[in-house]
């Protein structure tokens, strides 16, 4: 897992609201497998190792159910560490019954998809080898293909499910934009993304160091979607981690430069992007 680490910007959290936090808190512990690291309030935020926070639900006051065909969350993605972790947790699926949405051989990647209580999207992955990757002209050739479920099973270890391991990370996060010139400007340019992958005119996947993506961009939801209203459920914000403050500094700068917004608070550099989707910029 060294595409999450220094030197590399990447997201290390994600920020949800939620309807109904009861709900979703036996939702992440018992179908996805995260445990509990701190709960006040309405406010609950989740950890696969204990100490390190992956995501954030939060149950507002008031709030509206997720709006279809807005700007937002498409999936936050959980990378596990191996082939055999990914193996477990389709066994303890099958075993639980929980509906799948879909399951996907990427190639450089396999993948299963689902989705909260309250429709937010969940990939949970394990990569391949990134020695395996095929590049073409700087792209890393990636696909939709069949997921070969039994080719998975036959590497599983045998342990029974303990929920996430401890090393898992957030692998990535997916959007939904309006405009996907304006998001390739904001995301390139100013926070200093590379692009990996371009599906047509319709989706880019960005990352550094060469990883397959750690941020994906998509107009499915159709170009000019709306952003969703400040109480409806679904993304509030996610986190990118710089790994020094010149680099930070260099982010906020470059953001400025493009005409982005840029505030201070509580320690962390907060902007939106021309979709409306909050980022903190950490380090």
């Not at 949405?101 to 993948?111: F, N, P, T």
């Not at 010139?181 to 200093?192: I, R």
């Amino acid at each position: 897992m060294n595409f999450h680490r220094e030197p590399h910007i990447f997201v290390p959290h994600v920020y949800l609201k939620v309807a109904d936090l009861q709900r979703s808190i036996l939702f992440y512990q018992q179908v996805i497998g995260f445990q509990i690291l701190e709960q006040a309030g309405k406010i609950a935020s989740l950890t696969a190792d204990g100490k390190t926070p992956l995501l954030t639900i939060e149950q507002p006051e008031i709030f509206h159910p997720k709006q279809p065909r807005t700007t937002g969350l498409y999936h936050f993605a959980l990378l596990l560490p191996s082939r055999s972790d990914l193996a477990n947790v389709i066994e303890h699926f099958i075993k639980i019954g929980y509906p799948l949405q879909g399951a996907s051989d990427h190639l450089v990647s396999e993948a299963l998809y689902l989705a909260d209580p309250d429709g937010n999207g969940i990939e949970i992955y394990a990569d391949r080898p990134s020695s395996t990757w095929t590049w073409r002209n700087e792209e890393v050739v990636m696909a939709t293909e069949r997921l070969d479920i039994e080719s998975i099973l036959a590497e599983g270890d045998g342990r029974p499910w303990a929920g996430l391991p401890s090393n898992t990370v957030m692998g990535h996060i997916h959007l939904h934009v309006s405009d996907l010139n304006k998001a390739e400007e904001f995301y390139c340019k100013g926070l200093g993304f590379d692009i990996v992958t371009r599906y047509g005119g319709q989706a880019l996947f960005i990352s550094t160091g060469r990883y397959h993506h750690h941020i994906g961009l998509n107009t499915w939801n159709g170009v000019g979607a709306p952003a969703p209203s400040e109480n409806s459920v679904g993304m509030k914000n996610f986190t990118l981690v710089y790994p020094n403050e010149d680099a930070r500094k260099h982010a906020v700068a470059s953001l400025e430069k493009i005409g982005a917004a840029v505030i201070l608070e509580n320690g962390h550099f907060i902007t939106s992007d021309p979709s409306g989707n909050q980022i903190l910029l950490s380090l």
